[in-house]
């Protein structure tokens, strides 16, 4: 079991900047790929970014260039720095661990975090 909790969601104007963190904790050692997903009112969960253990990164193009995913394994703790947002990006950011442990893939989610972009 892997546990996942995130933090630094919250209220900001257009064009400001949000940094959210998410740290894992349980059976780390079998993560490969930490990432962050978002859920806006009405829409599909889709992915914003992820990040593997190797530093590969794979971005939605909706927030390249304005969003970057970085970790530290060390502490299991995937970090989504969000620049340039937009009122678009407003949606419920969940953190995501990927695992493969005895020969079995599994999903991880934390609780959910709001981000709101709003004038």
């Known amino acids: 079991q892997v546990q996942l909790v995130e933090s630094g969601g919250g209220l900001v104007q257009p064009g400001g900047s949000l940094r959210l963190s998410c740290a894992a904790s349980?059976?780390?050692?079998?993560?490969?790929?930490m990432g962050w997903y978002r859920q806006a009112p009405g829409k599909q969960r889709e992915l914003v970014a992820v990040i593997t253990v190797s530093g590969s990164t794979n971005i939605a193009d909706s927030v390249k260039g304005r969003f970057t995913i970085s970790g530290d394994n060390a502490k299991n703790t995937v970090y989504l720095q969000m620049n340039s947002l937009k009122p678009e990006d407003t949606a419920v950011y969940y953190c995501?661990?990927?695992?493969?442990?005895?020969?079995?893939?599994?999903?991880?989610w934390g609780q959910g975090t709001q981000v709101s972009v709003s004038s």
């Open positions: 995501n661990a990927k695992t493969f442990r005895l020969e079995k893939f599994d999903d991880y």
């Open positions: 349980g059976s780390s050692f079998s993560i490969y790929a």
